[in-house]
């Protein structure tokens, strides 16, 4: 992977970057890279875990995916 160093940033700049790693819990270079990815990368590319599964296709029922009865255990004898 190739490395990217940006030089010259205002301070502001590098504050709401740093408050915004924060808000969503990882570290500057890690917001950093995502908001480079959310920019330059095809909407098409990202999707979310939510229109992974809207667009799943409606099958089969609730019986289909019932768990099987537990099956009684044997008794062993040592």
Do not use: Y
């Not at 990882?26 to 992974?52: M, V, Y």
């Amino acid at each position: 992977m190739a490395q990217l160093i940006v030089r010259n940033l205002d301070d502001e700049i590098v504050t709401r970057l740093r408050q915004r790693a924060a808000q969503h819990r990882r570290s500057t270079e890690a917001e950093h890279r995502e908001i480079l990815r959310q920019s330059l990368l095809p909407a098409s590319s990202r999707r979310s875990l939510k229109e992974h599964l809207l667009a799943m296709p409606d099958v089969g029922t609730d019986k289909d995916f019932e768990r099987a009865p537990d099956r009684p255990r044997r008794t062993v004898r040592l």
